[in-house]
């Protein structure tokens, strides 16, 4: 079983950064894939960024060259940088990993951080 915890949301105003974090715990796994996404209310979760095993990187279009997805294999943290925030990023922001077991891949979701942006 693996756990993530994500930190870091708070209250910012337009034009601030935050730093959040995802830290996955368990044993006998690795990541695969490690990737953000937010939610909004009456919104379905919407994707913000992705970091593949290939390391590969993908940002949705409204994020774009502000936020930047990192991972820390040897911590099992990922990071999501945000600057240059507007009142449009106000969401809550969800991890999730895919955990590899051997063969067998599971998918695992954080608890969420809430993430403010206002004046």
């Known amino acids: 079983q693996v756990q993530l915890v994500e930190s870091g949301g708070g209250l910012v105003q337009p034009g601030g950064s935050l730093r959040l974090s995802c830290a996955a715990s368990?044993?006998?796994?690795?990541?695969?894939?490690m990737n953000w996404y937010r939610q909004t209310p009456g919104n379905q979760r919407e994707l913000v960024a992705l970091?593949?095993?290939?390391?590969?990187?993908t940002y949705s279009d409204s994020v774009k060259g502000r936020f930047t997805i990192s991972r820390d294999n040897a911590k099992n943290t990922g990071y999501l940088p945000m600057s240059s925030l507007k009142p449009e990023d106000t969401a809550v922001y969800y991890c999730n990993i895919l955990a590899r077991f051997g063969v067998r891949l599971n998918l695992y979701w954080g608890q969420g951080t809430q993430v403010t942006v206002s004046s």
């Open positions: 368990g044993s006998g796994f690795s990541i695969d894939s």
């Open positions: 970091f593949t095993s290939g390391g590969k990187t």
